[in-house]
């Protein structure tokens, strides 16, 4: 009776484990995924501008680039409502904060795009915000990096 009951409490341990063990790989594996998604429909924004950018339509730019920075931004990878605390989601690199890889040129093409548009007190104040964060850049090294990204981009798309 007693090696019975040892079988069983080992058995229904093992059990519990390995479903936490499969919960924490779906876990991960499903923010990695949104995470990808996120990026890959940011980076197909940045083509529709860039290909809006070729046929100076400066509005769609705007709008495009807009759409892609609240994409990235605003969209965070959905987590379960409880936490497995046999594993440190942290330390394991997957879960992250919202993607900045592309602030900076966001921010400059949709600075040129609306200065394009003629509205150079919307452009400013983005120009104001990028000279904030990077404060020993001017006017024209945003602009020389916006024109650069939207040929990467348009490209990229080809």
């Not at 892609?68 to 690199?93: M, R």
């Not at 945003?142 to 990204?149: D, E, I, L, R």
């Amino acid at each position: 009776m007693k090696s019975f009951i040892t079988h069983t409490s080992i058995f229904l341990l093992g059990g519990i484990v390995g479903a936490l063990c499969v919960l924490s790989v779906a876990k991960k594996t499903s923010i990695v995924w949104q995470d990808n998604l996120k990026t890959r429909i940011a980076y197909n924004l940045q083509q529709d501008g860039a290909r809006a950018a070729s046929e100076k339509d400066w509005a769609s730019v705007q709008h495009a680039f807009q759409a892609s920075q609240s994409v990235q931004g605003g969209a965070s990878a959905h987590e379960w409502d409880f936490s497995l605390p046999l594993f440190g989601w942290s330390i394991s690199g997957l879960v992250k904060d919202a993607d900045q890889t592309f602030w900076l040129s966001d921010n400059a093409v949709m600075a040129y795009a609306l200065e394009q548009q003629g509205k150079s007190d919307e452009a400013n104040a983005i120009y104001k915000k990028l000279t904030d964060k990077y404060p020993g850049k001017d006017k024209d090294y945003f602009n020389q990096v916006a024109t650069q990204s939207l040929g990467a981009l348009s490209s990229a798309s080809k």
